[in-house]
């Protein structure tokens, strides 16, 4: 196909943060865990690996993805809504002094509703999980 | 400038504006589009609003008692410059038609912010305002607000390759990054005050999607890329979902326009009609001026024939 990029324009380039939305899209769209490698290739930009290590490290440090180690790189994935809000509750507990007492607090505060939800998601844990 | 002149005269604007609001609109760059069609059309919207307001109040002060706020009565009004009632009680209904469907335009938008404010708290920071969605029906829209969030579902990611997708994601930046729901709702409201503005909210509409789409076209470089992109996001959110009025989605509705757009040259700014735009702004406002210094002398010769009967 033609291309329709004319010369004399401002070269085309990226707003700030453009770079970690579009990694995130990568990693969102495979719906599984991706090496810098394999997001680079999928980015399709002709991007340096270093730039993309890059976000993805920023990604990571923001808690925005989850990393583990797969052979000798890491594997960087998409976190949904609920695993992003599980995780950051998960940090304000560990970052309070008294682990029992907020949560216990926590419990004591929910609505009707959400004290139901809680409930029948413990009905729906397999046994010994609870 | 006859009084009765400079009283017709931002109709005779408005009118005119409306026939000749979406062809300019389409001739300029869209940022510059949108910024000048939506201040000027609030000029108008407020000209307009104005000088009814002015001859509803006359009307009243004619046949009533509002004289004991001022230095007037009512007959010396009535003798200084009569009005017809028939014009007079339609300037009323008119003022009050204005001002309740300009209200409700108001109250509808500050509800949708307050919903769309909530969905932002919960959906988190995002990044750098993305927030990805896990859903099977493909959307992207932002939503609007202080922050604002730009939201994408998974399935629209995955319907389109890597270069349309940063198309579609620079494209709903440039939404969040210029406020464009800012533009929308000050035409909104000025077609809401003034009917004959509605012409100048389709353009505005039109005209920050087109806004959008051409600094996505500025970032990724290539026009033809951000219409194929515009095609597939169409395509791939077969059923539009209108549920958050000013979540600013991609949308079947302008594809057509914008993607003949998007395979044109880009547009240059053109002095002459940002010129013309403007100078009907200028009218306006300089025959509401006319009419605020007119109305007034209007009320100082009765007052002046109100002493002299005391007298």
Not at chain 2, 86 to 102: E, H, N, R
Not at chain 2, 235 to 244: L, S
Request: net charge positive; glycine share 8%; hydrophobic share 50%.
């Amino acid at each position: 196909m033609r291309s329709t990029r004319q010369p004399g324009r401002p070269k085309a380039g990226r707003q700030p943060g453009a770079l970690e939305q579009e990694v995130l899209a990568v990693l969102a769209a495979a719906g599984e865990p991706l090496t810098p490698a394999q997001v680079q290739a999928a980015l399709g930009d002709g991007l340096a690996y270093t730039t993309v290590m890059t976000a993805l490290s920023r990604l990571h440090a923001k808690g925005t993805v989850s990393r583990r180690r797969a052979g000798r790189a890491f594997a960087y994935g998409w976190l949904d809504a609920p695993t992003l809000a599980a995780r950051r509750m998960h940090r304000l507990l560990d970052a309070g002094d008294d682990r029992a007492a907020v949560l216990a607090r926590f419990v004591a505060e929910l609505g009707p509703e959400d004290g139901r939800l809680l409930e029948d998601l413990f009905a729906d844990a397999p046994d010994g999980a609870t | 400038m006859s009084l009765h002149l400079a009283m017709l005269l931002p109709f005779a604007v408005a009118a005119l504006f409306g026939v000749v609001v979406r062809p300019l609109a389409r001739a300029l760059p869209p940022a510059q589009a949108v910024r000048m069609v939506s201040g000027i059309g609030l000029v108008i919207a407020v000209a307009t609003g104005f000088v009814v307001a002015s001859a509803a109040f006359t009307f009243v002060a004619q046949y009533s008692a509002l004289g004991r706020v001022g230095d007037w009565s009512a007959g010396s009004l009535r003798r200084v410059d009569p009005m017809s009632p028939a014009v007079g009680t339609l300037a009323t209904l008119a003022v009050m038609a204005c001002a309740a469907t300009s209200g409700f335009v108001l109250v509808r938008y500050v509800r949708a912010l307050v919903t769309s404010l909530r969905a932002t708290r919960r959906l988190g920071p995002g990044t750098h305002g993305l927030v990805v969605i896990d859903d099977a029906r493909a959307d992207a829209f932002t939503l609007p607000g202080v922050t604002g969030r730009v939201v994408v579902s998974t399935a629209m990611l995955r319907a389109l390759p890597p270069a349309e997708r940063r198309a579609l994601l620079a494209h709903e930046a440039s939404h969040l990054r210029h406020r464009h729901h800012v533009f929308l709702l000050i035409t909104e409201i000025s077609a809401a005050a003034n009917p004959m503005l509605r012409p100048a909210l389709d353009a505005v509409r039109l005209g920050v999607e087109r806004w959008a789409d051409e600094d996505a076209a500025a970032d990724i470089g290539d026009r033809r890329m951000v219409a194929r992109a515009l095609a597939l996001a169409s395509r791939a959110a077969a059923q539009p979902v209108d549920d958050a009025r000013y979540a600013l989605r991609m949308n079947a509705r302008t594809f057509g326009p914008r993607a003949r757009a998007l395979l044109a040259p880009p547009p240059r700014p053109r002095r002459w009609v940002a010129a013309a735009l403007a100078a009907m702004a200028v009218v306006t406002a300089a025959s509401s001026l006319v009419v605020a210094v007119g109305t007034e002398s209007r009320f100082d010769r009765a007052t002046a024939v109100t002493m002299a009967d005391h007298d």
